[in-house]
């Protein structure tokens, strides 16, 4: 049995210049398609094509090393939608701030709408199924146990309609957040400092993670559920 | 055109992103005449694709070899020196992973999400500064993202509730305006006519 | 280009795994410089900026960062500075190209509290050319990554550079040109500067400027 051969296998040679190929043409599709179009908000999610023509160019090498390089690019694309949409937002609420009158219809279509969400799915089952996908993903942690674990926080928010949510408990989650990066550096560094307790440092670096990601997915839900419920 | 009246369209930030795009596109055009091909002596290498399969190993595209706890994996990263317990995450399993792995031919798909095996030595051990560095990105914009939130974007203070509400007044005011003027506008014509006759 | 002939002789390395950073005296001086600037900022006030006033009042109207907004650009300014400070002695290129994602977020996260339009305007422009990077960046790396079979820069400063990798390094620098603001994209980036807060402002343009002196290092190793 090869566990893993000295070189790369054939078809993975073969399969390269397809892959690279049709990564640069999904680049070259998006990028022509922002130099043409105007509207801010549509350069905005066509930069998503950009990062998945990444996705393809970085993927097309095949080996493992690639398959774990394609985790930080989708991250940074999704970190950088979620900073700079807000951040649109806050440049239209300024806008609207200093000149209530002017162009306030082409504008507020942009912000969340209240909406009310009147399923009765919402009040039986949410907590069993959000008790379920947490329970699901602390067994799985790392990162797609996080964002497993987060969907579950997300969803009992999105199905409870209590009013109002204190500033101070979407304090405590960003501090969750700050412990798990502490807990995951703390681990990182002791597979260096001391290599025998690799398991301990696995556990810390896991289990880091998955709390970081569910906090923060949680997060959303929570800032989801204060538009809810403004109505 | 001249060349000030290009570098004055550079210098508003809305074209700068489109310029920057279509620069880009250009680039990436030039890859389809410059000779690519993969080069076979890479680190990391992973066996042909249905390999496993067809062998019907449990973890099946991931299966690096190795016992939990005794044996090490096997894995040829860069430097295999800085790494003293190289490949005993690449051959561990916890307890429950190793239970499903012994009932299911298909834990090897969902590998990742469990601690152990071979992705996480990558993303943890031998590259775990790249992951840190991934980690601090999705924090750093969290942190900005949700500062902006709390303190602006939803905060109930300066609500758009009031500008609608303005709005909605000033929408009332300017009904109730067009009503004053329609009745005068009836009025005045009854006038008129009243006159003409 | 070995390390030698470009920055001085080999001082030591720290080895995290794949990732070994390494330290000759030009990156040690770039490395120290942010540092100690760092320290500055962390200690240091905002200043004030006095702006002319509208056309019918008399008064000059000035521009404050108040305390809340103060405490998170402090904190972003400090973090984009040790960022940029580890850019600058990574021995790795996918890592490099992380680090300059952080110090390009981190750049927007800094302004991203202010009450100008304008500012807001560009850091949002600026924000769409740091997300269309990330193609660049990271597709330009694994290209070369496929081409020479190695991310470690001590290995790809020995090798020679064929068409593929001259593609990749091109696809790179035109990553860092976005990222970092350098003409004909300046606009966007320059126009974030016009606003309060002076020490944290300036570490945007500070980092933007010791990244790309890194960069040349960097594609000089791997190209020649």
């Known amino acids: 049995m090869v566990f893993i051969p000295p070189f790369v296998p054939e078809t993975f040679i073969t399969m390269y210049m397809p892959a690279i190929y049709a990564g640069l043409i999904v680049g070259f599709i998006a990028t022509m398609a922002i130099a043409m179009k105007r509207e801010e908000i549509h350069i905005l999610i066509l930069t998503d094509l950009v990062g998945l023509a990444m996705i393809f160019v970085v993927s097309a090498v095949g080996t493992d090393l690639a398959e774990a390089l394609i985790l930080p690019g989708l991250v940074v694309e999704l970190a950088e939608t979620l900073a700079i949409s807000e951040i649109l937002i806050t440049r239209e609420m300024r806008k609207i701030e200093q000149d209530p009158r002017a162009n306030l219809t082409k504008s507020s279509s942009m912000f969340p709408q209240a909406f009310s969400l009147d399923m009765e799915i919402m009040t039986t089952a949410p907590n069993f199924i959000a008790l379920v996908l947490i329970g699901y993903g602390i067994f799985l942690t790392g990162f797609t146990g996080g964002a497993v674990a987060g969907g579950g926080i997300v969803l009992h928010a999105i199905s409870k309609k209590a009013r109002g949510l204190p500033v101070l408990l979407l304090d405590g989650i960003a501090g969750v957040s700050g412990i798990a990066w502490c807990l995951w550096i703390i681990g990182f560094l002791l597979f260096f400092v001391a290599p025998q307790y690799w398991v301990l440092s696995l556990f810390l670096a896991a289990c880091g993670l998955l709390l970081k990601v569910a906090s923060k997915v949680g997060l959303i839900g929570l800032l989801m559920r204060e538009d809810i419920d403004k109505e | 055109m001249r060349i000030g009246v290009l570098w004055n369209k550079l210098a508003d930030p809305k074209n700068i992103p ?5 620069s880009l596109g250009i680039i990436l055009i030039i890859g389809f005449i410059v000779p ?13 694709p249905q390999e496993q399969i067809d062998e019907g190993l449990a973890l099946a595209p991931y299966d690096r070899g190795g016992e939990p706890l005794k044996e090490a994996g096997f894995i040829n990263p860069q430097y295999p020196e800085n790494a003293a317990s190289l490949g005993m995450i690449t051959g561990y399993m916890s307890p429950l992973a190793e239970w499903i792995s012994s009932i299911s031919p298909y834990f090897g798909t969902s590998i990742y999400s469990s601690p152990g095996g071979l992705v996480d030595e990558i993303l943890y051990y031998t590259r775990g500064f790249d992951t840190i560095l991934e980690s601090s990105i999705l ?7 949700s500062w902006l939130s709390i303190n602006y974007t939803m905060n109930r203070k300066n ?39 | ?4 002939t470009l920055g001085g002789n080999l001082l030591g390395t720290i080895p995290l795994g794949d990732i070994v950073l390494y330290v000759n005296p030009f990156n040690l001086f770039l490395f120290a410089v942010l540092l100690g600037f760092t320290a500055l900022i962390a ?9 002319a006033a509208k056309f019918n009042t008399l008064d000059n109207a000035q521009v404050k960062v108040d305390e809340k907004e103060f405490r998170q650009r402090r904190f972003l300014s ?15 290129l996918f890592n490099f190209t992380l680090f300059m994602a952080l110090v390009g977020i981190l750049n927007i996260g800094i302004v991203s509290a202010v009450k100008q339009t304008s500012v807001l305007n560009s850091a949002f422009n600026y924000g769409l050319i740091a997300m269309m990077c990330s193609l660049p960046l990271f597709g330009g790396a694994s290209i070369i990554l496929a081409s020479t079979g190695t991310l470690s820069l001590a290995v790809l400063s020995q090798m020679h550079a064929s068409p593929m990798v001259v593609f990749g390094a091109i696809l790179m620098l035109i990553g860092i040109l976005g990222e970092s603001g350098v003409a004909p994209f300046f606009a966007s980036k320059a126009e974030m500067f016009r606003t309060p807060g002076s020490p944290f402002i300036v570490i ?12 040349v290092e960097i594609l000089l190793l791997v190209l020649w």
């Open chain 3, 204 to 215: 945007i343009h500070l980092s933007s400027l010791f990244i790309i002196v890194r960069a």
């Open chain 3, 43 to 51: 200690v240091s006030k905002p200043e004030t900026q006095v702006e």
């Open chain 3, 1 to 4: 280009m070995d390390f030698v």
């Open chain 3, 78 to 92: 400090v973090i984009c500075g040790i960022a940029s400070a580890g850019a600058m002695i990574t021995g790795d």
């Open chain 2, 139 to 145: 924090m750093m914009s969290f942190i900005i993202a």
């Open chain 2, 159 to 197: 609500d758009a509730d009031e500008i609608k509400k303005d709005m909605k007044k000033a929408v009332n005011d300017s009904v109730h305006v067009a009503r004053e003027v329609k009745a005068n506008d009836a009025k005045a014509r009854s006038k008129q006519l009243r006159r003409d006759n």
């Open chain 2, 36 to 48: 690519m091909a993969l080069n076979p002596d890479q680190i990391y290498v992973r066996p042909d």
């Open chain 2, 18 to 22: 489109r310029l920057f795009a279509f």
